[in-house]
């Protein structure tokens, strides 16, 4: 079914297309969140508020703000960094700031059931530096280009290009 | 427009990152719908961004999906309830309703009472009815007897009536009676107070004397000795009598008294005649 059908769909409350769209997003949205909190439980639990939210507040998306995938990405972010500053969470986590991305990527045994899981390995162990910050900041994190560009201390120029490759690169070892 | 050096820019990533603002998002979902290079640009580095970060997903468990469609039907039957609490303004009425037939009830219960009372009030009424005619009778009774009292006092004092004690004779010594003799009107009052009561089948009869000669005549019996309360009877007398006398005799009387049964005897003295 066509994307644009299916998001239609799940604003008409459909609970088949919102069952797909959950299938083509629930991992990534999971990853993004497991990096924010860094705990399996709370990562599920929180994935399960974001799908819920999503669903309620379906009619607040159109394509024009952007991408389906966008939209949902920031609801898992956000509802990711407010679990973070709760008072429950501070009290039991220490400092996250430090952990990125590849660090899941790299010491994860679960990458071996996907199918790309050899490519992302690959991928990851080859990746520049500025590659994983840039990747960090943008789609986990949920930077915008100019705090992403002050973070980094480098140019909104710089950044896009950056970006550009990195993801590049990416699209080369997972589409192929 | 330079297709090439604009999906080359970098931007088309940071769209799908979500890092450009409200205008921007708009211009490239414009660029988008026109140009397939540029919206096939985008869904590739959605989809490669899309495996990344679930590549960063240790592992979901497989209910998952079930608990977040559980939370939705959860949560469209909270929305229902909430609808069907707006509809809840109905039964507002219904307690109009209830406590219609609850004050309906009340005042069933109150008139039942009423009735009962009224029923305890009008028995109550009767009883004192009654009570109010025994009284009344009793009262007429009074006035009666003392119209009698009043009468026989009246007699007592008239100085015309000739008063005259008859004491007890023989083995009646113990008896008396008293004569009150109206000349005038030829009555007498005979009070027999002093008499016992006659046994049964005897009578008392009283008797007017001439003594020279002993000529008995008599004034009659005393029928109602017993029911008479004050023992007082009035005879009528139209002889010239010289003495009374009060003899007990067979029911209905004598033609001659019997002597051996003379209670009672009193002469009239003569300077009373």
């Known amino acids: ?176 | 427009m330079d297709i090439t050096a604009y999906i080359q820019s970098g931007v088309l990533e940071l769209y799908v990152a979500g890092a450009l603002s409200e205008n921007e998002n708009k211009e490239v979902y414009e660029l988008m719908r026109q140009h397939q290079e540029i919206c096939q640009e985008v869904l590739e580095i959605e989809a490669a961004v899309v495996k990344l970060t679930a590549a960063a997903s240790p592992r979901i468990s497989s209910s998952l999906i079930y608990l977040i469609m559980h939370k939705l039907i959860d949560n469209s039957s909270k929305q229902n309830t909430k609808a069907k609490l707006v509809s809840i303004v109905k039964p507002k009425y219904n307690w109009l309703a209830y406590s219609g037939w609850a004050a309906a009830l009340v005042i069933a219960i109150g008139l039942l009472w009423t009735l009962n009372q009224n029923n305890e009030f009008e028995s109550k009424i009767s009883e004192f009815e009654t009570e109010n005619s025994d009284l009344e009778v009793q009262i007429a009774n009074s006035k009666t007897n003392l119209a009698t009292a009043k009468n026989l006092l009246n007699i007592l004092r008239d100085k015309d009536i000739i008063s005259l004690p008859l004491s007890g004779q023989g083995e009646f010594a113990n008896s008396y009676a008293k004569v009150y003799w109206d000349k005038k009107e030829n009555y007498i009052y005979l009070d027999v107070q002093g008499l016992p009561d006659p046994p049964a089948g005897k009578v008392y009869q009283v008797w007017s004397l001439k003594l020279n000669p002993l000529t008995p005549t008599s004034l009659g019996i005393i029928g109602d000795f017993n029911t008479d309360n004050n023992k007082i009877f009035t005879l009528v007398n139209t002889n010239d009598s010289d003495a009374f006398g009060i003899t007990l005799e067979p029911e209905g009387g004598s033609e001659t008294p019997t002597m051996e049964q003379l209670y009672t005897l009193g002469v009239v003295e003569a300077t009373r005649s």
Not at chain 1, 6 to 18: G, M, N, R, V
Not at chain 1, 33 to 45: K, Q, S, T
Not at chain 1, 86 to 107: R, T
């Open chain 1, 1 to 176: 079914m066509q994307l644009e059908v299916l998001i239609s769909k799940f604003q008409e409350k459909d609970e088949k297309a919102f069952e797909e769209l959950y299938h083509m997003y629930g991992h990534s949205m999971h990853g993004v969140i497991y990096n924010i909190v860094r705990d399996h439980d709370v990562a599920e639990e929180i994935l399960q508020d974001v799908f819920v939210k999503a669903w309620n507040n379906a009619d607040g998306y159109s394509a024009e703000k952007g991408r389906f995938f966008t939209w949902l990405i920031n609801i898992a972010r956000n509802a990711a960094i407010d679990k973070t500053r709760s008072k429950a969470f501070k009290n039991s986590k220490k400092n996250l700031n430090a952990a990125y991305f590849v660090d899941i990527l790299e010491h994860s045994d679960s990458l071996d059931r996907q199918t790309d899981a050899i490519g992302i390995k690959k991928f990851v162990s080859q990746l520049a530096k500025q590659c994983i910050d840039v990747i960090e900041l943008l789609y986990f994190k949920g930077f915008t280009q100019k705090e992403a560009s002050e973070t980094l201390d480098m140019p909104i120029g710089t950044v896009k290009t950056n970006i550009r490759k990195c993801i590049q690169q990416l699209r080369i070892i997972v589409l192929k």
